[in-house]
């Protein structure tokens, strides 16, 4: 209920500053998480989540559960003979919801259940190739000219539903999340967990878990509490992350249990509640999914996922650039000042060198978390830490003119100042 | 008060979900804007602000007195011969302050008061040409391979101080502003308004705000109140537009006025109080920089500044490149290529026209305020809004070849598909 009250909130907070704000000691910074909050409800979120998995494990009952919203309207079910041709498709819904004045535009990525197939080898390609597109796309876009209204369609995390009838992973499941962990966000998920008794759960998430670790494949990993945060804290989010996988189940029907409609499924033995965490972690996937995890997920997909993407790119056009060159120095002399992003010491080594990092990274967080990686460049002294860069001071001279003002000589600006970085 | 109880309001936010969450109707996404709210205070914040005008206005004094920290311990005070080289120079000084757990980089930038010299002919450009490396600095770091730990040090405000002596701006003043106001958000303060009656005050920001609209002075906007804001709201947003040039009193002094202890400056004739707004806008300028605008100034640097910025740039390279294709098509035929950010079909015109579009835009806001500007993207109707994207689905073939994964192949991924845009 912490929203209902947004905008009176940030009215009162804006402008009316009473007494206790002429505090002598008091600034006012402090409102700036504020000023971000504002702004982001004004804004509105998007987010973009894919399910993937063995068909006929509820991917599609879920994401309805999950969001409360029937994403599926139109979707007709296939006979045997068509879905022969439905796995071959990747398709997308979009959704605008609100909630208590908070806007979302969520999309869901619907990827072929690929159990369908008789050969499913290499059935991860199109899903791979497919967040790759999204991330090439934004690539362009934010290298283009006109940056406003950039329409970002990266895949923020991955579902993967694994059959509660396996024991422990299959060996589809194995590559098909080795194909994307160093791509996308991977949840998974322990999908129609209502034919599991509580000592199978157990026994499988356990496995799965074991296997997982063994296979060496980089789930998404939770962040790390802060060190400051109290022992309730400290402990549920232990529990979520013993959690995995989220042994799930899902309905979009409403039945009666005990006298209260609970969403659920009616056996002839009893009710399953979908909401009831005795009977399953669907709470808890939704809990960390939606309230508590959605803008890591985000950020994880921007720092890490595309970062890594972009610097495999800038990669091969250094190393193709490079090899013009050469191809060049053959016909002509002067082939070496074109502004390009990365120059040509960089080609081989420190390009290289930086993609290693990157790589160790991916590593690192998978083994680690990630949790503290957001937090840097701040000094955590208190205050007044006095820090007069004076290696940055003076740093501009009087009437020098090496550099123009681009407004007035944009080849001569140009010409002097690549504006590309071509040494770092 | 707002801020004092962030951790542990998160804390129930992130996980106790009492009966209340479990409302059948509520996803949990409403959290959002926490998640964003907490993220930015674990990151914490920087805010790089400019004060120029001439000297002896009372720059440092009001900047000290805004942020309640000495940024200029170890300044000393130049003698007449000394302050002609002191003028030739820009000097940064950053302090890391803290509130309520609100992290806040400060940085100050210092450009020489310029009335100081002799010949003040385009005293503005080293001012200019500072702003604008700092913008070229950020389009190298964010056209890197590396992007992790970006120093920010683009400027996001330049508080400019008008001499309360002149009847109305002086001519500098209107060099100044029109050489750096598509730069950088400008907001002009009528220094040591203590010299002048409030009579005084209201005639010369009166005739000062008239001049900025007669030269065509684009200062900072306000953004335009969200329709749905009360009456008192809206009447303290025009009250702050209006105030425009804010009159301003510095002092680092505290004073006993009638009992209280005060920062003021103590006259014969009384004692002026520098927080008191029947004697200056102080508090008006603290508010709007610190408590309320400070993010929006931030975002309209970043979006409109620095685009702007780039958008030159770029042009100004893919003029570059076209001219050395034409040279290179006399010795070689397949100099076509090249994977440049900008394709050649669109330096003379696709470019120009969205150049022509962002100078459009800058006018645009200068003259109707840009608050709905970041308002888009998002449908405002209110649930469950069907957007099936019929155009974006089936968007991907099975086993098709084109597109090869980045982590394989890196030489064949790029000749096939080149990472910059050509066409868009």
């Not at 041709?85 to 999309?107: F, N, P, R, S, Y």
């Not at 997982?212 to 060190?227: A, L, M, R, T, V």
């Not at 290696?391 to 504006?419: C, F, I, K, L, Y």
Request: glycine share 6%; proline share 4%; charged share 30%.
């Amino acid at each position: 209920m912490e929203n209902s009250s947004t905008n009176s909130r940030f009215r009162s907070s804006l402008f009316n500053h009473d007494d206790e704000d002429q505090d002598k000691e008091y600034v006012g910074f402090a409102t700036l998480p504020n000023q971000v909050h504002r702004k982001s409800v004004k804004k509105g979120f998007d987010f973009t989540l894919m399910v993937a998995g063995e068909s006929g494990l509820g991917k599609s009952t879920l994401v309805n559960s999950l969001f409360l919203t029937d994403l599926y309207k139109d979707r007709k079910l296939l006979n045997a003979e068509e879905r022969i041709t439905q796995t071959v498709e990747i398709t997308k819904h979009t959704v605008d919801i609100e909630e208590k004045g908070v806007k979302l535009k969520l999309t869901i990525v619907d990827t072929p259940g690929f159990g369908d197939a008789v050969n499913n080898t290499e059935c991860w390609k199109s899903v791979a190739d497919y967040i790759d597109q999204q991330f090439e796309q934004y690539f362009r876009d934010e290298s283009g000219l006109n940056r406003k209204n950039i329409q970002d369609n990266r895949v923020h995390c991955c579902l993967y539903f694994i059959s509660p009838f396996g024991h422990g992973l299959r060996p589809l499941d194995v590559e098909f999340m080795k194909a994307l962990h160093e791509k996308v966000n991977i949840v998974p998920v322990l999908a129609k967990a209502d034919t599991l008794t509580p000592s199978e759960v157990k026994k499988k998430k356990f496995k799965i878990r074991e296997e997982i670790e063994q296979y060496g494949i980089k789930i998404y990993q939770f962040p790390d509490c802060d060190s400051d945060e109290d022992e309730e804290f400290k402990q549920q989010d232990q529990e979520l992350k013993d959690s995995i996988p989220f042994a799930v189940i899902g309905s979009n029907t409403v039945v009666e249990a005990k006298g209260r409609r609970v969403r659920g499924r009616l056996y002839p033995w009893g009710i399953v509640e979908v909401e009831n965490s005795a009977h399953c972690d669907f709470v808890k996937l939704r809990n960390m999914l939606v309230r508590t995890h959605m803008q890591d997920l985000k950020d994880v997909t921007r720092e890490t996922h595309y970062e890594n993407y972009r610097a495999h790119c800038i990669q091969s056009m250094t190393r193709m650039v490079v090899k013009e060159r050469n191809r060049n120095k053959l016909t002509r002399e002067s082939g070496t000042d074109f502004p390009i992003p990365t120059g040509p010491g960089l080609a081989d080594t420190e390009t290289e060198k930086l993609i290693r990092e990157k790589d160790e990274e991916v590593r690192h967080r998978a083994e680690h978390g990630h949790g503290h990686d957001h937090q840097h460049g701040h000094d955590l002294n208190n205050e007044h830490v006095h820090e007069h860069n004076h290696g940055h001071d003076h740093e501009h001279e009087h009437g020098h003119e090496q550099h123009q003002d681009p407004h007035v000589e944009h080849e001569a600006h140009s010409e002097h100042h690549p504006p590309y970085p071509e040494g770092s």
